[in-house]
């Protein structure tokens, strides 16, 4: 079973490859916030939010709610445990 780590980067590379911008944010210290995605990148000028997770598990609630709010005001934001299906909800900002 790969690691989230490997899949976080190949999702990375792909945005990169695609001529989109992705960060990835480290949430800890003192001004972290709950919830916020693994992978926030700019792709086709479109803010989007990725939540990765290894295959078999899922996004806590919290995480589940960054993910709605950031869909609510018109980015695009989901959750992953594979490259493909990144691949293919990207496909939404064509």
């Known amino acids: ?14 945005i990169s490859s695609i001529g989109g911008l992705p960060i990835k944010f480290n949430n800890f210290g003192i001004y972290a ?4 995605s693994d992978i ?17 598990n899922k996004p806590s609630a919290v995480q589940l709610q960054f993910i709605a709010a950031i869909n609510s005001i018109g980015g695009l934001a989901f959750w992953a445990d594979n490259l493909q299906d990144v691949k293919d909800k990207l496909k939404e900002l064509s």
């Open 1 to 14: 079973m790969p690691k989230e780590q490997n899949i976080q980067t190949s999702i990375m590379n792909y």
């Open 33 to 36: 916030k709950a919830g916020v």
């Open 40 to 56: 926030l990148a700019c792709i086709k000028g479109r803010f989007v939010a990725i939540e990765v997770k290894r295959p078999g």
